[in-house]
């Protein structure tokens, strides 16, 4: 079935906006980002769409090598020398990084699948690497969108269909916007709250006993195990459980490649603690030059995933205008309090001259960070500070050239990053760098799709996490051939559950729509 024929299709309920094709036309007027990537993509397979990804920066400013390093150290301590060294040669080899995901173990169907299609591009014979290196955002707090707090759960009974994503909480609730760079990590306690959850929905008949068996299984065998007890976070717990949970997607053993799920800000704290320190760097120019800063603090005023000045200055003057600083963004790092909960910081000067980094959390506490290279180093090993969207992005990739793929929201800002950063360049002169930060390909998108679906009572169609699509024993080597041949426009309805609930929440949040979609769903692609 085509486009035009889907348009047409007629359902029992086609007088509601939430079918499937509506639906998708409410998700496009609110994302003109995305309605472009359709229209551009529509008419295409899967695997025509990721070779028009596969775009690598030829000239970079600063040198990979020492990202490189770090990220050979970060993996070969949670997951053992050998992956690290093939992580670092396949980046080397392709400096190609998926930062379309939220730091946390992925259960989020529509990132986990996105992964998927970033395997097949690493994976293809004219790139062949062995591992899939995502680079994922932590300074999100645990109850966002992802749910890093603990599991979502898409297969549940009919009677629970618009219960769909289920989710079932690891960490407490005290503990739900605390930022994932800053939690401790789960133990076994937490663990076994978790199997009394699942438990009691069997016993509820929301989930059907042989799934949920498979999910204490899961947490027993994954969760329980000696080495993600033994860490110190919950950041690097995540390392080692998507690496585990990814090798169970597959019906195959021979051939998977190794999943190396790293927290970005952790990777881009330990380059800062260098960059700071080499008065030529990327980094050390906008931050430290005055100038340079100033120009650039202007020129990416309002960006989507950067600041805005007007908000950050309105909520600093006491407490009770912290509210009017939510959804300003930060200047260059965001604050983090000792419940790990981030807050925004505005750059400024305290009586005696010294540029400071200002800002309230939400219990009404001033927070002032002095401004300076030794201080930022000290602060980010502390984890008072950790690095924004734009730092994180100017240290790896407008800096290192390392092409980040990302989602609907990132391939819109980032470009607006990457012309900031040049004007400003340009502005003092600097055109040999802004020459080089041009040629970083900034706009690469890998989200929004899926194309793996389970069956609920052969009547509906619903998304696919870890646990649906290892309770069906995995994805075959013929099927993963198929999923090239899926057509573009076909992936993002079969994601579309998870892209309203992100991008219209308000159209979508009280409504009894998501049995009849997933009805539709089962129809369309049956």
């Known amino acids: 079935m085509n486009v035009a024929e889907a348009t047409e299709i007629s359902h029992s309920f086609a007088d509601s906006y939430l079918t499937l094709n509506a639906l998708m036309g409410k998700v496009k007027d609110a994302s003109p980002v995305l309605a472009q990537r359709l229209s551009e993509s529509q008419n295409k397979t899967i695997g025509m769409f990721l070779s028009e990804q596969n775009r690598i920066c030829p000239t970079p400013y600063q040198p990979i090598d020492d990202l490189l390093a770090i990220v050979e150290a970060y993996t070969a301590g949670l997951l053992g020398p050998s992956i690290a060294q093939k992580a670092v040669a396949d980046l080397k080899k392709h400096p190609m990084v998926l930062t379309a995901n939220h730091h946390g173990v992925d259960y989020f169907a529509q990132s986990l699948q996105g992964s998927?299609?970033?395997?097949?591009?690493?994976?293809?014979?004219?790139?062949?690497?062995?591992?899939?290196?995502?680079?994922?955002?932590?300074?999100?707090?645990?109850?966002?969108l992802t749910y890093p707090r603990g599991a979502m759960i898409y297969r549940v009974n009919q009677n629970a269909i618009h219960k769909v994503p289920l989710l079932l909480p690891l960490f407490s609730d005290k503990r739900k916007r605390a930022i994932v760079s800053a939690v401790e990590p789960y133990d076994s306690s937490m663990i076994q709250k978790g199997i009394g959850r699942i438990r009691a929905w069997e016993k509820e008949k929301i989930l059907a006993g042989d799934f949920a068996h498979v999910i204490e299984s899961l947490m027993e065998e994954l969760y329980n195990d000696a080495l993600p007890l033994s860490l110190n976070s919950y950041s690097d717990q995540a390392v080692v459980l998507n690496h585990q949970l990814w090798k169970r997607l597959f019906a195959f053993q021979q051939d998977v490649p190794d999943m190396v799920y790293l927290e970005i800000e952790h990777i881009v704290g330990q380059l800062l603690t260098r960059d700071l320190q080499k008065p030529d760097s990327l980094a050390a120019?906008?931050?430290?030059?005055?100038?340079?800063?100033?120009?650039?603090?202007?020129?990416?005023?309002?960006?989507?995933?950067?600041?805005?000045?007007?908000?950050?200055?309105?909520?600093?003057?006491?407490?009770?205008?912290?509210?009017?600083?939510?959804?300003?963004?930060?200047?260059?790092?965001?604050?983090?309090?000792?419940?790990?909960?981030?807050?925004?910081?505005?750059?400024?000067?305290?009586?005696?001259?010294?540029?400071?980094?200002?800002?309230w959390d939400d219990r009404g506490n001033h927070m002032v960070f002095e401004f300076s290279v030794y201080a930022i180093i000290e602060l980010l090993s502390q984890k008072k500070l950790v690095p924004s969207l734009f730092t994180s992005y100017l240290c790896v990739a407008l800096a290192r050239?390392?092409?980040?793929?990302?989602?609907?929201?990132?391939?819109?800002?980032?470009?607006?990053?990457?012309?900031?950063?040049?004007?400003?360049?340009?502005?003092?002169?600097?055109?040999?760098?802004a020459r080089r930060v041009k040629t970083v390909p900034t706009d690469g998108y890998l989200s929004g799709m899926q194309t793996v679906m389970a069956t609920i009572d052969s009547q509906y169609s619903i998304p696919a996490g870890p646990l649906e699509i290892a309770f069906e024993g995995g994805i075959s080597k013929e099927a993963i051939n198929t999923i090239r041949d899926i057509n573009v426009y076909d992936a993002h309805l079969a994601s579309l559950c998870d892209t309203a609930i992100d991008i219209i929440p308000h159209e979508v949040k009280k409504q009894d729509w998501k049995g009849p979609l997933f009805q539709e769903m089962h129809e369309y692609f049956s």
Request: contains cysteine.
């Open 116 to 144: 998927l299609l970033f395997s097949l591009l690493k994976t293809s014979p004219d790139i062949g690497c062995d591992t899939i290196p995502v680079f994922a955002c932590g300074n999100v707090p645990l109850n966002n």
């Open 285 to 359: 120019i906008f931050m430290l030059d005055d100038a340079y800063r100033e120009k650039l603090l202007a020129a990416l005023d309002g960006t989507s995933g950067c600041w805005n000045r007007q908000r950050l200055l309105a909520g600093q003057d006491n407490a009770s205008k912290n509210k009017i600083a939510r959804g300003s963004g930060t200047h260059f790092f965001w604050g983090v309090d000792d419940r790990g909960r981030r807050f925004p910081l505005c750059i400024s000067k305290s009586a005696d001259g010294k540029k400071m980094l200002s800002g």
């Open 401 to 433: 050239g390392l092409t980040c793929i990302g989602g609907y929201y990132q391939s819109s800002y980032m470009p607006q990053m990457q012309k900031g950063v040049v004007n400003v360049l340009e502005h003092f002169g600097a055109d040999d760098i």
